[in-house]
T-cell receptor
Framework: GIQVEQSPPDLILQEGANSTLRCNFS?????LQWFHQNPWGQLINLFY???GTKQNGRLSATTVATERYSLLYISSSQTTDSGVYFC??????????FGKGTMLLVSP | DGGITQSPKYLFRKEGQNVTLSCEQN?????MYWYRQDPGQGLRLIYY???????QKGDIAEGYSVSREKKESFPLTVTSAQKNPTAFYLC???????????FGQGTRLTVV
C-alpha cells in the first residue's frame, strides 16, 4: 500500500515562531488532507488539498503532487496550535491512509 | 447542527465482553469509516462502508464487526476476539471517494 511519512515527528516552538511540517507519500494521490488533533482527541479539518496552495489565516498548505509531498506552514504560532498534525492521502479510489503525525508543542 | 456524533465518549469493558460503539451522522454522506488510534500512532482503518447494506474490511478488521442498515448510522462492535481493544476509536464520514472526510469526537475504550 501507499506509504505516508511525516516530519519532523516532534516539534517544540516558542509562541510567535513559524514552522513547516512535511508530508511525503510514495505514490500519486487523488486526495490529501491535513488535520489537527486537539488535546481532547478531536480531529479538525485544516485543508483538503490534493494539489496547489491554500491559505486559511495563519495556516497555509502546498501540495506538489508530481513530486509527492505536501507542506503545512504555521506562522506566528500560538499555544492553541499545540497538538498533533496528521496528513492523510488517498490513492486512486480507495480510502484515506494516515501518516504517524507531527506532535507540536507551542510554549508561551 | 450538522455533524458526526459518537457515543459514548468513554467506555469501560470487562475482558470477554462485547461492546458496541455508536456513530451517527446527519450530513447525508454515503461513506462512513471506523479508525483505531493507539498512543503515539496514526489512525488505522478497521472497517468502511461506501453505501447502505455494504461494508468492507480495512487493515485491522480482526475482532471487530459492523453493520450499515441506515445511511446515518455505522455502529462498531468490539468483540471478545479482539485481543487488545484498549484504544481511541474514531468514526468518519464523507460524500464519496476522493472527497473531504469529517470526524466525530471519538470514543475512548478501556478494558478493565
Amino acid at each position: 500500500g501507499i506509504q505516508v511519512e511525516q516530519s519532523p515527528p516532534d516539534l517544540i516552538l516558542q509562541e510567535g515562531a513559524n514552522s513547516t511540517l512535511r508530508c511525503n507519500f510514495s505514490d500519486s494521490v487523488n486526495n490529501l488532507q491535513w488535520f489537527h488533533q486537539n488535546p481532547w482527541g478531536q480531529l479538525i479539518n485544516l485543508f483538503y488539498i490534493p494539489s496547489g496552495t491554500k491559505q486559511n489565516g495563519r495556516l497555509s498548505a502546498t501540495t506538489v503532487a508530481t513530486e509527492r509531498y505536501s507542506l503545512l506552514y504555521i506562522s506566528s504560532s500560538q499555544t492553541t496550535d499545540s497538538g498533533v498534525y496528521f496528513c492523510a492521502v488517498e490513492l486512486g479510489y480507495s480510502t484515506l491512509t494516515f501518516g504517524k503525525g507531527t506532535m507540536l508543542l507551542v510554549s508561551p | 447542527d450538522g455533524g458526526i456524533t459518537q457515543s459514548p465518549k468513554y467506555l469501560f469493558r470487562k475482558e470477554g465482553q462485547n461492546v458496541t460503539l455508536s456513530c451517527e451522522q446527519n450530513l447525508n454522506h454515503d461513506a462512513m469509516y471506523w479508525y483505531r488510534q493507539d498512543p503515539g500512532q496514526g489512525l488505522r482503518l478497521i472497517y468502511y462502508s461506501q453505501i447502505v447494506n455494504d461494508f468492507q474490511k480495512g487493515d485491522i478488521a480482526e475482532g471487530y464487526s459492523v453493520s450499515r442498515e441506515k445511511k446515518e448510522s455505522f455502529p462498531l462492535t468490539v468483540t471478545s476476539a479482539q485481543k487488545n481493544p484498549t484504544a481511541f476509536y474514531l468514526c468518519a464520514s464523507r460524500r464519496g471517494l476522493n472527497t473531504e472526510a469529517f470526524f466525530g469526537q471519538g470514543t475512548r475504550l478501556t478494558v478493565v
